[in-house]
Every structure is written in C-alpha cells, then in structure tokens.
C-alpha cells in the first residue's frame, strides 16, 4: 500500500480503469498534456495517448454534449469540467439528454458517463471556482451524485462510478485535493455508489456530513468527546440516490442530528437529508435536528470565505444546542 | 438541378501597420493626435510595470491568483482608445490594462485579487461590465446592451473583449449570431494568444484564422497584428465608427501572445517550448511602440525615463492605497450585502447569527 494524495488516488483509478477497459475515454479541457490543472489526469495521456485522454475546446457543452453520444455508442467517457462552476454550461445537455436518455428509450439507449469536477472552497481561488451546488445535480431525476471526502474512498468510488451503467457527477474538494495523504492498496477496491458509512461510532448525537466538511465534522466529534459527548458520524459519500437506512437507523439510537454541508442552507442537500430523518425516526427525535451549512448567498471572494464555510466550533455548537434540548 | 457556386466572402484581410522590425507603412499609418498616442504609451508602461508588480506581489503571498497581461498591452489599448467615456466595455479577465485605460483604480484589481468583493465595484460614471471569469459568457451581454442603446437611439458602441479559448464556447457563436441578426453596435475584440491555458490555438479550432468566423456570421472580420498598436488602433477605429453609424458588428482578431503563465497557478513549460516564447518575446509591442514614437519625435529618452518614473510611482501609490484599504476591509458581515435589493428574512437572520458567533469570538479572544 502506498500513502496517496487524494489527486494522486484518483489518478491511480482512472489509470487502472484504463488498462482494464479501452472503452474508458478521458476527455476535457487541458486533461491532455497538462494533465488537468489539477494534475488528476497527470501522465495518462503520454500511457494512453491522445485517443483516449483527449484535450477538447474550450466549451462544457461541447464536453458533456459528445461524452453522452459517446456513452450511447457504447464507450466509457469520464469528463473533466475543469471546475464545477463551469458545468452550469452543460446543465441542459445533463437534464435534457444525460439523466433521460435511458427512460426516453425505454431501456434501449444507456449513458455511463462520469462527469468529474473539482468543487468548493477554502483555496483562495478566484470567484466562480469556490461553489458547491451539488444539489443542481441531486435533484435532477435519472442523476447520480457522488462526493468522496479522502483519497481511498475517492479512488473506491471513482471506480465503481466509471463501472456503473447511468450518468454520475463525481465531486472532488479541491480543499482535499492535497490536504492529506491515506494508504491507497494497488489491487483493486470499489464501494458501492448510494450508501453512506459510519466513520466514527457513538450513541449521544448523529453527525451527518459528506466531502470536505468531514474533516472539521469528526474534528467537531472529538471536541464533544472531550466534553463527554459521544459523537456517531456518518458520511454520505453518495448524495443522490440518497439511502438513509444507516441515517434513520443511526438517528433511532442518538435521537439527535446535526447535518454539515459547505452548500447553502436553503433547498440543499441536508433539507432532503432532515427530512428523511423526520419521516423514518420521527418518534425517536429528542431535540430539532440542526443544520450547520454555508450561507444563502454566493460565497464571498476568499478573503471571507473562511467566515463562510461551517467551521468546527460551528459544528459544536449545534451539537451542544441538540444536547441541550 | 445544377451544383452552382455561391459566391461567399473567401477572403479576409490581416493589417499591420508597424511591424516587428519597426517598419512603419506610412500610407496606413493612422493619424493619432499626439497626446493620445503619448497616453498610449503610457498605459502600456503602466499596464506591464503594474504587471509585473502584481506577480512580485503574488508569490509574496499579498495577493492571490491572477492572469498576467504582459505582451497584450497593444491588443487591448489600440482597441479600448477607440472608446468614448460613454461607450461600454465589456471584459474578460485579462484585460487589466483596458480596464485601467477605463478608469478602473490600480488599487481596485488589488482588492479583486486579494479576494475581496469591494474589487468588482464599478465607479458611478463609468459604462463598463466587471470582468467576467466564465469563458465567453460576457460576449453575449455586450450584443444585448448594444441592442438597448439602439434601442433608446443612443449612439453608443459596446466593445467586447475575449480570448482564442473563448471563440469554442456556444456563447460567443451565439452573441456574433444576434449581434449580427440585429445590426447592434458591438466590436468584438479577440484577444488571440494563442494559448487557451495548455491548449494551442491549432487545438482550438481548424480555421486558420479566427477572424473568418465573421463571414459565417455575415459581418466584416479582420485580423490584425496585436502587437502593433497602430494597427490595432486602425481596425478598432474604423469597427467603431461603423458601428456608430449604424452599420452593425465587426469581429477584430488581434494576434498576440501570452508571454507569462495562463495565471499564476499555472506552469506552462509542461506544454510549451521556452524558443517559442522567446520568439514573441522579441516582437514585444511595448519597444516597438517606444521605438516608433522616438523616430516621429514624439518621445525622447529623457522623457521615456520620466514617464517610466513616473508610472512607477502610480503603481507604488496604487499599492500602498490597496494595503491601506484592505486593513480596513475585514468585516465578514459584508458577504451578505448586494445579493438582492433587499435581504429575505431567513437570509437575515443568518447574517445575524453570524454577527453573533463573530461577537462571542471576539469576546473570546478578549479574555481567553
Ligand atoms: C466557461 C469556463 N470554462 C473554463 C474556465 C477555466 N478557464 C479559465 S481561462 C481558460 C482559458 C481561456 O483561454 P482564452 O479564451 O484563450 O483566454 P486567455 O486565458 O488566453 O486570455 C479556461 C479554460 C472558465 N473560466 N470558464
Ligand atoms: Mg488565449
């Protein structure tokens, strides 16, 4: 087993998927020669060539557009939309073509396509590359919407992604990119697309977070631990489809829940995830569930970006409020 | 039915007026009053020494990403000078010496790019868009504002900077597509670099030229040299009085380089050879510009130094003016300000708690 970067560990899923299979295709803007800004696509054009890790123009639409065609023929497309603030560009062909094309043909024409994008904040990047708005994507029917939080679980999901017969949107927190490195083993693991895992156990409070808000979420955790607060904290890993077995399940124990998304409040993900809890434990509730998230506006130009994003002493805040009640 | 030939524009012309060896042509030698040409000079100096200062300032940590200009100084002044005050701009990212040209403060793009919203703030007076980060999506804005000052019979032009990269996205095929429909007043001005961060132009498209895309959307298109000011100047002169006086769009390729990194995130030797800079390093439109207002008698060696002094100055001023304003910029509360009219209640209330949760830390610090 190596130690990897989460860049370097989906580097090493798309490079295994590759050898594996020639129907999977790379393309995007500067995922050739340059290897992605990134650099996730590093070295895969000089194994694989320019056939299968494709440098595109410069147009979303044109991307996603000819990766659906692509998938229809057959192939395997995994895009890059260099960050997630572009893809607005290619809504339509993801809402009109991508999530339907199955249902539109009954089952005769299928896209299994990966969308791949860089998202959020905490880099002080410049505007319109900052966003988290995965819940455009979570909530267009025929979607799938995946967000990993470290490098083994990015390289796991990123496989079965590629595998998997319908269009995925893969998140990747350009805040985990580098932040910390993870054993990664050489042979191949794949985790299952729509189930979320127990990270951390406990039985006062449920915790309930995805990507890169699970570093300051467990962070959180082991701040109440130390006040005496046992903290179960649970990481989706798969926004859309949403399985909440292990969240009702968990919440039916603790009987308290504090949901974290760099996302703003309204209409995001944790409304669908509260209300999945209020409809499967709602005789086990003990206090309101809380939402710690990002604010209803367009997160600031970086140099208040950090006032934005939920914070650890944010996330124990809220713990403490569900406590209380 | 016979095949018949259409007879369709297969020819565009591409002017150059002052070429990299200096070479003046004197018969299209435009007729630039002096002071202007001297402010030209001056923007350009002030555009690359401003420049140069920002990545200085960039890998000290003072301010974050940003795309350098340098080498596109001739490309977006000759163009942007053809502008009245009352005309509109309408920028990509990389057109910080337009900007300045405009009126935008140095100390304003300082702020931009130390991540602070008060850097987008466009002064009262001034007709111009914000820069615009998503590739493209400006151009169509420029073709709707040109059509609202046609439609309120104002005689202004709108002008429409972007890159190479940009000439890919359906937004721009669609803006040249209405604007030409619709006769609008608007020059679009390519800033061809050849480069679309690691992707060379022959990559981008499989025309020659960018500026034949004009023919297909049925408006005049001309290539220019965009090191040469004068020539650049000249074609942004005759689209804007054209499209004055009602006679509908033009699309200006103006044919430059990117000298620097695509921005300062950015390594470029991982796609392109050093010689291949170093060529266009030597067609640098700055000294041939310098070297042109010497021979004419326009510009001396002392006062070239005066004017290099003096720029440095305003850079220094510039900076220092940033630094002041940014120690005063804090206030986090400010990021829900401007996102409507008037804030919603929950929005409000979110603000609140935050101006809460800032107290108690404040608090916190004071006796912790
Ligand atoms: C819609 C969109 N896609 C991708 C990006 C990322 N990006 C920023 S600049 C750039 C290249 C732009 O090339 P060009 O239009 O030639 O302008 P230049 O950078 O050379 O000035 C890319 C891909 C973006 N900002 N917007
Ligand atoms: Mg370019």
Not at chain 1, 32 to 46: A, K, M, N, Q, S
């Amino acid at each position: 087993m190596a130690k990897m970067t989460m860049v370097q560990a989906l580097n090493l899923a798309l490079r295994q998927e590759m050898e594996k299979d020639d129907r999977v295709i790379l393309l995007g803007e500067d995922v050739g020669l340059d290897g992605g800004v990134f650099r996730v696509t590093d070295g895969l054009i000089e194994s694989f060539g320019d056939q299968r890790v494709v440098d595109t123009p410069l147009a979303e639409t044109g991307i996603v557009g000819m990766s659906i065609g692509m998938a229809v023929y057959g192939l395997r497309p995994v895009c890059e939309i260099q960050f997630s603030g572009f893809s607005y560009q290619n809504f339509h062909q993801l809402e009109n073509h991508a999530a339907r094309m199955r249902w539109r043909t009954q089952g005769r024409l299928t896209v299994p396509m990966v969308l791949r994008a860089p998202y959020g904040g905490g880099v002080r990047a410049l505007e319109h590359h900052s966003e988290s708005r995965e819940a455009y994507w979570a909530h267009t029917p025929g979607l799938k919407m995946v967000i990993p939080s470290g490098p083994r679980n990015a390289r796991a999901l990123l496989v079965s992604a590629i595998r998997d017969p319908d269009p995925v949107i893969f998140y990747e927190s350009k805040a985990l990119y580098r932040a910390f490195r993870e054993e990664v083993p050489e042979e191949e693991e794949t985790l299952p697309l729509g189930q979320p895992q127990v990270v951390r156990q406990g039985s006062d409070l449920s915790l309930i977070a995805y990507g890169a808000m699970m570093r300051p979420t467990l962070k959180a955790a082991e701040e109440l631990a130390e006040e005496g607060v046992e903290a179960e904290v649970i990481d989706l890993l798969t926004i859309s489809p949403l399985d909440d077995t292990l969240l009702v399940e968990s919440l039916t124990r603790t009987g308290r829940a504090v949901v974290v998304h760099e996302a703003p409040r309204s209409f995001g993900p944790g409304a669908e995830v509260v209300s999945r809890l209020m409809e499967g434990a709602f005789h086990y509730l003990q206090a309101p569930i809380e939402r710690v998230t990002g604010y209803d506006i367009v997160i600031p130009y970086f140099s208040r970006e950090k006032e934005y994003i939920p914070s650890v002493e944010r996330i124990v805040e809220a713990g403490r409020r569900t406590l209380r009640s | 039915m016979p095949r018949e030939k259409l007879v369709i524009a297969d020819s565009i012309e591409r002017l150059s007026i002052l070429d990299d060896k200096g070479q003046l042509d004197r018969e299209l030698e435009p007729d630039i009053p002096e002071e202007l040409l001297l402010k030209l000079y001056r923007y350009m100096l002030l555009g690359r020494r401003f420049d140069e200062r920002m990545l200085d300032l960039q890998r000290q940590g003072r301010i974050g990403t940003f795309p350098p200009i340098k080498g596109q100084e001739a490309s977006q002044l000759g163009a942007i000078a053809c502008l009245e005050a009352s005309d509109w701009l309408v920028p990509s990212f990389r057109e910080t010496t337009a900007e300045l040209w405009r009126g935008r403060s140095l100390e304003s793009v300082l702020l931009y790019y130390n991540g602070y919203n008060e850097g987008t703030v466009i002064p009262p007076e001034q007709c111009d868009l914000p820069m615009a980060v998503p590739v493209g999506s400006q151009v169509l804005h420029a073709v709707g504002l040109a059509w609202a000052a046609k439609y309120r019979r104002q005689d202004q032009v709108v002008m429409s900077f972007f890159g190479d990269g940009a000439t890919s996205e359906g937004d721009f095929h669609e803006g040249l597509n209405f604007a030409a429909v619709y006769q609008a007043p608007v020059v679009f001005v390519c800033q061809n670099n050849q480069w679309a961060i690691s992707v060379p132009l022959s990559r981008q498209t499989a025309t020659p030229t960018l500026a034949q895309k004009a023919i297909a959307y049925g408006m005049p298109g001309i290539q220019v040299d965009g090191n040469d000011v004068l020539a650049v100047y000249a074609a942004a002169r005759e689209a804007v009085e054209r499209a004055r006086a009602g006679g509908g769009p033009t699309l200006i390729e103006c044919v430059t380089y990117r000298v620097m990194m695509h921005t300062t995130a950015d390594e470029p030797s991982k796609y392109r050879s050093e010689e291949e800079v170093e060529l266009w390093r030597e067609r640098d439109p700055l000294p041939r510009f310098g070297d042109y207002l010497k021979a004419r008698g326009s510009l001396s060696e002392e006062s070239a130094a005066a004017v290099e002094e003096a720029v440095l100055a305003e850079v220094q001023a510039g900076v220092d003016r940033a630094e002041q304003q940014m120690a005063t910029l804090g206030d986090p509360l400010q990021m829900f300000d401007h996102l409507f009219a008037e804030l919603p209640p929950a929005t409000q209330a979110q603000k609140e708690a935050l101006a809460r949760e800032l107290a108690a830390n404040d608090r916190e610090e004071h006796h912790g």
